[in-house]
């Protein structure tokens, strides 16, 4: 298994950048190909990004890309959200997850951490 915990949010005014970190514990990080996932009020939760294991690839939902960068640190045990350009439609609380699996993007993750709010003031 592997605990996962966000932190960096915060309050930011619209244009601004925010880092985000997930720190992992527990088994290896490395074993794990991780992602973010935002989720506004009253809306689903929705993929953001993707990292496989080893970070050669990355995947970014269409609104986010040119403006976050997914990026990880296994030797830090930690995953990062490098956020640019903040709208306030990015205004989500942001969840780190896991999973074993090494194919990409997936609708489910095995490990999810506790979120960290996001809000973009205009």
């Known amino acids: 298994q592997v605990q996962l915990v966000e932190s960096g949010g915060g309050l930011v005014q619209a244009g601004g950048s925010l880092r985000l970190s997930c720190a992992a514990s527990?088994?290896?990080?490395?074993?794990?190909?991780m992602a973010w996932f935002r989720q506004a009020p009253g809306l689903e939760r929705e993929f953001v990004a993707h990292i496989s294991r080893g970070g050669g690839n990355t995947y970014y939902e269409d609104s986010v890309k040119g403006r976050f960068t997914c990026s990880r640190d296994n030797a830090k045990n930690t995953l990062y959200l490098q956020m640019n350009s903040l709208k306030p439609e990015d205004t989500a609380v942001y969840y780190c997850?896991?999973?074993?699996?090494?194919?990409?993007?997936?609708?489910?993750?095995?490990?999810w951490g506790q979120g960290t709010q996001v809000t973009v003031s205009s």
């Open positions: 527990g088994r290896a990080f490395s074993a794990y190909a």
């Open positions: 997850a896991a999973t074993v699996y090494n194919s990409g993007p997936r609708r489910d993750y095995e490990y």
